[in-house]
């Protein structure tokens, strides 16, 4: 018998023996240093699933002498508990507020968690009415998946409604500005914390991987966004998905890709050109094909850019 073939029957022996070891290992959220006393927590690159609890996005938090400033708080009770389990490694300090960047599950529905404990709930007015009104429909597709693991998840939308498109607030010391970048989800934000040169941007970047459109998504207000975040030039970019970054590959691998969608496939719809004929031609990107996630979005991406700017040139 060759040592492959030994091996392989070693191998197929050891699970049959104990069939856990065939499972996808669970994610647990680890902390890691941004700069100064802000941190980020980074997602799995793939999809949501049970192993990730729904979470498969990046958050982050910032240590104060009042407490700590939790940036979204994942996507169910459990998911909750395990962003918490990751803060205490680094500080004893409760979490004292919970900013939420958008109405995307992971980004919201472990806020019920935190505010048990005493937490502040804040996002801006129309981020808190989008989590409303998207809140049942998110509750049925994770219960498809995470079953039993969703268990005392309940949605409670941002109680502090913050009316201004961009409002600055003073926490535990630290300056935080929230704006609208609407791009993902409608009431999309991101978090600029000045004095770290650093952005939470939420869904509008992602970096590693593909970004998503979505049929609620617009492309315009991304690419208006990203024009505005470039502006700002932030050394520390905390993107919805990837690792912590800079300016330079959150424009290469994501505000560059709005602009094409934008630019090329937005003036396609405007040209009265061909959907079809369009999709055809730039299939293949060699400057984004290397992106996690490329081959089962971009089409989609495309797609759906173009109907935006068709039916509002």
């Not at 022996?13 to 104990?18: E, I, K, W």
């Amino acid at each position: 018998m060759s040592e492959k073939v030994f091996n392989l029957l070693c191998l197929c022996m050891a699970l049959f023996a104990n069939p856990g070891l065939a499972q996808a290992a669970e994610f647990t959220p680890k902390a890691e240093k941004v700069v100064d006393n802000v941190y980020a927590l980074i997602g799995p690159l793939g999809q949501r699933s049970a192993e990730n609890d729904g979470s498969n996005a990046n958050f982050g938090f910032i240590i104060t002498a009042q407490g700590v400033i939790l940036i979204d708080s994942g996507a169910s009770k459990l998911g909750a508990e395990k962003i918490e389990n990751a803060i205490r490694a680094i500080t004893p300090q409760p979490v004292r507020w919970v900013i939420n960047t958008g109405s995307q599950d992971h980004r919201w529905l472990g806020n019920d968690h935190f505010a048990n404990q005493g937490a502040q709930l804040i996002a801006l007015k129309r981020t808190a009415t989008t989590q409303a009104e998207f809140a049942t429909q998110h509750m049925q597709r994770l219960a498809g998946f995470l079953g039993a693991r969703l268990d005392g998840t309940k949605p409670l939308p941002a109680t502090t409604r913050l009316d201004d498109a961009n409002a600055t607030l003073e926490l535990g010391g630290e300056t935080l500005t929230l704006r609208y970048t609407d791009a993902h989800f409608p009431g999309d934000a991101w978090v600029w914390l000045p004095k770290h040169n650093t952005m939470f941007t939420g869904d509008l970047v992602y970096v590693d991987r593909i970004l998503g459109v979505l049929p609620w998504s617009s492309v315009k207000n991304g690419q208006r966004a990203g024009q505005a975040l470039i502006t700002l030039n932030p050394k520390y970019i905390v993107p919805g998905h990837g690792r912590v970054t800079d300016l330079a590959q959150a424009k290469r691998e994501s505000l560059d890709y709005e602009d094409f969608l934008a630019d090329i496939i937005g003036k396609a719809a405007r040209d009265m050109a061909s959907l079809p004929d369009t999709l055809a031609k730039y299939t293949n990107l060699p400057q984004f094909k290397h992106l996690y996630n490329f081959g089962d979005l971009h089409r989609a991406n495309m797609n759906r850019a173009f109907v935006e700017f068709e039916s509002a040139p």
